[in-house]
């Protein structure tokens, strides 16, 4: 498996889904993570890109994301 260069996250109230791609697009994986398992998650993986779409907790996760050393990226919902 290679190394994956961007991470798209879709926010729910309680299980979000991952879905990971390296720098051929190919996706790597696609995962579901409760709410209380998302930080977890992203602190294991290496700095990427994170693109979510723009929501009203899209500006909290992005924060605590990036903090973690990840690149996020708000996507607008059109």
């Not at 109230?13 to 398992?37: D, I, T």
Request: proline share 5%.
């Amino acid at each position: 498996m290679g190394e994956v260069s961007t991470i798209g996250l879709d926010l729910a109230m309680n299980v979000f889904q991952a879905q990971g791609a390296g720098a051929s697009e190919a996706v790597l994986f696609r995962r579901k993570l409760p709410r209380h398992q998302v930080l977890t998650f992203f602190a294991a993986q290496p700095p990427c890109t994170v693109a979510m779409e723009a929501c009203g907790s899209a500006h909290y996760w992005a924060r605590e994301i990036g903090q973690l050393g990840h690149a996020v990226r708000l996507i607008p919902g059109a």
